[in-house]
């Protein structure tokens, strides 16, 4: 299985970008799916994740960043909408192939992607 993050880019504040991981290798319609950011000196942190049925998301990005699917396409989304300067950050997306108890930490994912960094300007 691999996963392919892509959509980063420089920005400004205020601004908007829609990030895309592509999953290949099986089908993941059933997976738990989920994306993390790593900001520079800081630990990775959870930023959403959707399963079959339902989403969650980081108190830190509710309300502006939306995950979404096409299980069609292999391919996940995050939406990022009214992005601020501390958004700035290497964004991860992740897979289970199963639903997991962990879906806002890093050891619910054993698949990863490599990472697309997002720079948000002031």
């Known amino acids: 299985v691999q996963l392919q993050a892509s959509g980063g880019g420089l920005v400004q504040a205020g601004d908007s970008l829609r990030l895309s991981c592509a999953a290949s290798g099986r089908t993941f319609t059933n997976w738990e799916m989920g994306w993390f950011r790593r ?14 049925s339902d989403t969650n998301y980081a108190d830190s990005v509710a309300g502006r960043f939306t995950i ?3 299980n069609a396409k292999n391919t996940v989304y995050l939406q990022m909408n009214s992005l601020k300067p501390e958004d700035t950050a290497i964004y991860y ?3 289970s ?14 698949y990863w992607g490599q990472g697309t960094l997002v720079t948000v300007s002031s």
């Open 39 to 52: 900001a520079p000196g800081k630990e990775r942190e959870f930023v959403a994740a959707i399963s079959w």
């Open 68 to 70: 979404s699917r096409d």
């Open 93 to 95: 997306c992740a897979g």
């Open 97 to 110: 192939p199963v639903r997991t108890p962990y879906a806002s930490s890093p050891r619910g994912y054993p």
